[in-house]
């Protein structure tokens, strides 16, 4: 069954420390993977997309196949990244998103 | 121009009643989604409207639960005989065409059943 696990809710670093947000996918099909990002107060929106292969406010993510997954990364993370953070799974057989259960990143000062 | 709108932002109701939740999407976008946000659950999807085609009903937890897209536009999301277990935050996005496929989401209606 097609499933997105992010094993962390909660992902608490220093200012200025790397870090990476952990996202797992299951599929057998061509996956498209995103990350969405909710701010608080805010509503979801889209941060970043694989197929674009872009870097976002820092942020970068490279689909593995091999192992499954789509970890979101920033190598220097600033307070105002602190937000929920969902990785979500597009089939290529329908446009339903998958999304994970999503990662609380609160970066301290 | 607007972004998705939806209302009411905040529904409070009691356990049995019936709720319609709306959503205006994006002007011109053809793709509709209703997805549900519950507190540690991630979004789980509900349903999908497209253009004219039949609705993608697989998400829709229950009967009581059922959706409907009046002239491609305009969506209302009705639960009937609500439960405690359905409270949670109600989200809508719309999609337009192009091959982004990016969603773009509403604020969404926390619905509270006492």
């Known amino acids: 069954a097609q499933r997105v696990t992010q094993p962390e809710k909660l992902l608490s670093v220093f200012k200025g420390a790397p870090v990476e947000l952990k996202c797992n996918y299951s599929?057998?099909?061509?996956?498209?993977l995103f990350w969405y990002v909710q701010y608080s107060r805010q509503r979801l929106q889209l941060l970043l997309r694989?197929?674009s292969r872009e870097s976002i406010k820092g942020f970068t993510a490279d689909l593995n196949k091999g192992e499954t997954s789509f970890h979101l990364k920033k190598p220097f993370a600033q307070e105002e990244d602190s937000a929920m953070y969902y990785c979500a799974l597009l089939m290529d057989s329908s446009y339903k998103l998958i999304f994970g259960s999503g990662t609380r990143l609160l970066v301290r000062p | 121009g607007a972004g998705v709108s939806q209302s009411p932002s905040n529904k409070v109701t009691e356990k049995g009643k019936d709720v319609e939740l709306r959503c205006d999407p994006i002007?011109?976008?053809?793709?509709l989604y209703w997805y549900r946000q519950s507190l540690g659950q991630g979004l789980e999807f509900l349903i999908y409207?497209?253009?004219?085609?039949?609705?993608?009903k697989s998400g829709l937890p229950s009967d009581r639960f059922s959706a409907e897209r009046t002239g491609g536009s305009v969506s209302t999301l009705t639960i009937q005989r609500t439960q405690q277990e359905d409270s949670a935050v109600y989200l809508c996005?719309?999609?337009?065409?192009?091959?982004?496929?990016?969603?773009?989401f509403g604020p969404g209606t926390r619905l509270t059943v006492l």
């Open positions: 599929y057998s099909g061509s996956p498209e």
């Open positions: 002007s011109g976008h053809t793709a």
């Open positions: 694989h197929i």
């Open positions: 409207f497209q253009g004219n085609s039949a609705p993608d």
């Open positions: 996005a719309s999609k337009g065409g192009g091959s982004y496929n990016e969603q773009f």
